[in-house]
């Protein structure tokens, strides 16, 4: 750890693990060869190394923890082998310069903050075998501008695709079942958005300042529109709520300022405060 003046390190076949933050910081590291006996690489054991360019992960590796290349901001290329089934938290958090990522289909999992800040990253496909989207997956990775869940997703976590600001295109299926508060929030160049009918309430600022948002497909399984869903959403002009909504909250459709007409349906009982100020 810390060995800022180490450049290249070649671990010998007979080391079948690699201990927590062992090259954590080692900013110099530009190069290192794992042999195919390790089996086992531990929680932040490259974050912070920031001349490491390529990464082959390889196939025996079974185990592996989290925050593993977080802060890596010169890394391009990484392999990942079958054999991982978890893209853990941080995974490759603020990974400035990766562009793009191969995901093998044994991932089931993307984590929280796992692509954080990888404001390089302009496309990724997600296998059909991922399950969960964690919290801030996404977050902040500002070039990318398309992404399609597949259908063996059914839950995406709060901010998982915020503040991604070239994002122009998300296809969501109806495998989902759940969507957190602020998942696509200031994702300022999406157009349009068609909610699955799997979802019954719109979450909190779920859609907050997308400023070109114009079209939004409601399905009639909504049955509450939570705070400031579509707050900010200054070009939106005209949306149609469902006769199955009971619910909308506070600033649902605050500083809409585009807003010509809308029509509340008979079903609502509750409209929270602000919700059409501005």
Known sequence: KKCTSLEFVSISSSVLSIGSSAFNECCSLNEIEIPSSVKEIGSCCFTNCTNIERFVIPSSVEEIGIYIFDGCSSLKEIEIPLSIKEIG????ENCTSLKEIIIPSSITLIGSYSFSGCSSLEEILIPNSVTTI????????SLL?????PSSVNSIGGN???????????FIPSSVKSIGPFAFNKCTSLIQIEIPSSLSSIEEFLLSECSNLVNVTIPNSITSIQKGAFN??????????PSSVIFIGDEVFKDCSSLKKIKIPSSVTCVGNCAFSG
Do not use: N, P, R, V
């Open 89 to 92: 938290i941080s995974f490759f």
């Open 134 to 141: 964690g919290s801030y997956a996404f977050y902040k990775c």
């Open 145 to 149: 501008k398309e992404i399609k869940i």
């Open 160 to 170: 998982a695709f915020s503040d991604c600001i070239s994002l122009t295109d998300i």
């Open 232 to 241: 900010g959403c200054s070009s939106l002009s005209d949306i149609e709520i």
